[in-house]
């Protein structure tokens, strides 16, 4: 009782497949612990339909996602974050809005699945290799002993230790 529940911010530039893959992944692992949003820089206002059919194919619900603003997190009332990662470099290059609770960020690039040209089948296989690269990175994060890391130690760990971990994992 009164685990702390760690709000994710999960930022791209359109906010229509690898954000939206994270938030989905993140929210499904860390049920209870950790609660995810995503969001974008420019949304192009749509989620892209292989990102939606990697969730569903992981048995993930896919009803609740939209391509939002990140602005929408710097309002009044906007779930306080604990972290913000980017996941296009596109976006990590971009000043962020202040957000309540000035996160800890990192950034996390991912390349991009849309960029994938092809047959649906290989489309969907690019978004799978996306999802899995983002799994990876979640249960790292979700392994770190949150409540017992102070904040600077928290960021080495997640920036530093894991950063070569995470960069062995994209070469998987």
Known sequence: MGDK?????????????RSILAEGLMNHLGAG?????????????TVNPFALQ?????????????????DE?????????DFAFTVCDNAAGEVCPVWPGQPMTAHWGVPDPTTVEGTDTQMAKAFMDT????????????????????????????????GPALERMRSD
Request: some cysteine; proline content about 5%.
């Open 5 to 17: 529940v760690y709000n994710v911010q999960f930022i791209c530039t359109g906010n229509s497949a």
């Open 33 to 45: 612990r950790f609660r995810a949003y995503s969001a974008g820089s420019h949304p192009n206002g």
């Open 54 to 70: 990697t969730l569903a194919e992981r048995r993930i619900p896919t009803d609740d996602f939209r391509s939002k603003s990140w």
């Open 73 to 81: 997190f710097a309002l009044s009332g906007a779930p306080k974050l």
């Open 131 to 162: 999802a899995i690269t983002l799994k990876r990175r979640i249960e790292l994060v979700m392994s770190l002993p949150l409540n017992s890391l102070a904040g600077m130690s928290l960021q080495r760990e997640i920036i530093g230790s894991a």
